[in-house]
């Protein structure tokens, strides 16, 4: 089925389309408990719509024209209580429904968010934030969407189309011949739009991540527009984006328009013919008005299914196009592939590193940022590490994080190959406080907290007192539980820096990374924040990284990354 639907669908790669509508099956087959209850209620209640035509055909034909009192009373109460039981079926439906949709929504979600956090750096640094954004929320959105309703809408049309033309032959094998021309001809119709549909569908799709993007790289932006007076420019490019979007958007619509009013006509065309075939017929006798009354009703359902079925046929081209690009983000593989062998950091480290003949560039460059780098790090010494700007300073400390493995050399923390460690560990045992701090939403305890949500409120508080921030919490109106707004744009550089340390106090490293920490507070600030440091994280390895000679100042080891290399003290390190 899976391989039908993948084939069915115009695609450049239907293997991949395939595989990505057996991943999507995977989120839809621990539902099919709830799916097979819906489906249940989804049959009933298109029984009871096929049952509405053939009660006024009865109430028409045995009872008006029959002119039966009793039947006309029997039937017009049948008929209250199919509409009763009608309206209370859709509302339970519509409730199980939401519930059903909602669960595989966020199971998507969580799964791809899952995968999004085991990618490098590097992956975030080439994508743009709004286009993957755009993927998570709106084509996700569009695949949960097709997942369940069009499911249900196929199921229910189904159900409809054949009981509609049991009704229709039952009434009038011939006249239902008229069926069997329309049909065909809408299917050729649709196959011959499909490939149309898909193409515009995707680039409304690529237009709706360039609109993200726009925002959401402006908006935290906004005071640099200003400072800059760029207001309008950036006006402009919104403006420009909007008529992209909106020139794309009316270039589907009329495709889709075409894509369905064919189909329509012909319906309507069918219908006529009926109306005017079997109107003829009850004028000359031979059938009954409310035979005539049903058989167009019935003729109205039998087409709707069709309508619906074929509007599937353009869902199934917009989920597949959602799909693709959800499927792009799942084959990105990560930098640092899961290991089942990886072991648990031991408890008795203790922060020696040893750096042996690192050679490194970044995947698609040619450049060498390290090339045979080598150091040792005595555990619980201070390192001072500088060289000029770009020569790989970060790039060193994201290796020790292992964001990414050097393709030559090792590094080895109290003598154990990081490769064989569990990255989620390592990780947690290197604070690393650089200049760029990340703050989210919420009160300062809790951001404090952030690297260790175990810890409790005396603990945060006293991090808070070790990192001087006693006369932030003494100026917010709410102390420690104040919120700080996202990016903690009200606070001042140092403010933030501290922050980063008593988060970094609570992480409870074996090893800390100050890479240009202190680079955007004053010297005395500095000063302040390097005793702090050293006497908060006294007996552990200590990294700093500075342009400025006073953070550098009082370091056991200077390490200077030179063309790729490690001088130690200015000398080549073996
Ligand atoms: N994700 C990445 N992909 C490709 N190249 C990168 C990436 N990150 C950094 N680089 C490049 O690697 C080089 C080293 O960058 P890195 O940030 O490590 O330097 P640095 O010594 O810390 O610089 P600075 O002192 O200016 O902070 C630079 O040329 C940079 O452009």
New binding site residues.
């Given amino acids: 089925m899976l391989r039908w639907i993948s084939r069915t669908v115009a695609s450049d790669q239907p293997e991949q389309l395939e595989k990505a509508f057996r991943w999507l099956y995977s989120f839809v087959k621990p539902q099919s408990q709830a799916i097979g209850g819906l489906l249940l209620l989804s049959v009933l209640a298109s029984m009871l719509v096929l049952l509405q035509p053939w009660l006024t055909k009865t109430l028409i034909d045995d009872g008006l024209i029959a002119k039966d009192y009793g039947t006309l009373v029997s039937v017009a109460l049948l008929m209250i209580s199919v509409g009763i039981i009608s309206t209370a079926l859709s509302g339970v439906t519509r409730y199980l429904h939401t519930r059903l949709s909602g669960r595989i929504l966020f199971s998507l979600r969580d799964n791809i968010y899952h995968h999004l956090q085991t990618l490098s750096?590097?992956f975030y640094?080439k994508r743009r934030i709004g286009d993957l954004l755009s993927r998570l929320d709106g084509d996700v959105a569009e695949i949960q969407r097709f997942s369940v309703d069009s499911l249900f809408s196929a199921v229910s049309s189904v159900l409809g189309l054949l009981g509609s033309v049991v009704m229709l032959l039952a009434l009038s094998w011939k006249l239902s011949l008229l069926v069997l021309i329309l049909i065909p001809l809408e299917v050729l119709w649709l196959r011959w739009m499909r490939r149309k549909v898909e193409v515009k569908v995707r680039t409304i799709r690529e237009r709706s991540s360039d609109l993200s993007s726009f925002l959401v790289e402006t908006l935290p932006a906004m005071k640099f527009i200003q400072s800059v007076g760029q207001e309008e420019r950036e006006r402009d490019r919104l403006n420009t984006l909007n008529e992209n979007y909106l020139g794309d958007l009316l270039k589907l619509q009329v495709t889709e328009f075409f894509t369905q009013a064919i189909p329509s006509t012909l319906t309507s065309l069918t219908r006529a013919s009926a109306f005017l075939i079997g109107g003829y017929w009850v004028i000359e006798g031979s059938w009954q008005l409310g035979s005539l009354i049903a058989f167009s009703t019935y003729l109205g359902m039998a087409v709707g299914p069709v309508n619906s079925l074929l509007g599937l046929y353009v869902a199934i081209q917009r989920m597949s196009v959602s799909l693709g690009r959800v499927n792009e983000l799942r084959l990105e593989q990560p930098e640092i592939p899961h290991d089942d062998t990886w072991q648990p950091l031991p408890t008795t480290v203790v922060g020696e590193l040893q750096l042996t003949g690192l050679s490194f560039s970044?995947p698609g460059?040619e450049q060498l940022?390290l090339s045979d780098a080598s150091a040792f790090i005595p555990a619980g010494s201070k390192v001072a590490l500088s060289?000029s700007?770009?020569?790989?300073?970060?790039?060193l400390i994201d290796l020790l994080q292992r964001y990414y493995d050097p393709q030559a050399g090792s590094i080895q923390i109290d003598s154990i190959d990081i490769r064989t460690i569990s990255p989620f560990m390592l990780r947690k045992a290197i604070a690393v406080v650089s200049q760029d701090i990340v703050l989210f939403r919420g009160s300062l305890r809790e951001n404090i907290r952030y690297a260790n949500p175990d810890a409790n409120d005396h603990q945060v508080e006293k991090a808070a007192e070790q990192a001087q921030l006693l006369g932030l919490i003494s100026e917010l109106p709410q102390g420690i539980d104040s919120v700080i707004g996202e990016r903690g744009q009200q606070l001042s550089g140092g403010q933030r820096q501290r922050i980063a340390i008593a988060r970094a106090l609570l992480q409870n490293p074996i090893i800390l990374v100050l890479d240009?920490a202190t680079a955007a507070v004053d010297e005395v600030t500095e000063t302040q924040v390097i005793d702090a440091v050293d006497q908060l994280f006294a007996g552990r390895t200590r990294i700093l990284i500075s342009h400025r000679a006073s953070t550098l100042a009082g370091a056991d080891t200077c390490l200077t990354l030179v063309d790729g290399k490690l001088l130690s003290n200015g000398e080549l390190t073996a």
């Fill in positions: 750096p590097s640094g970044y460059r940022i060289g700007s770009g020569v790989g300073k970060s790039t240009e």
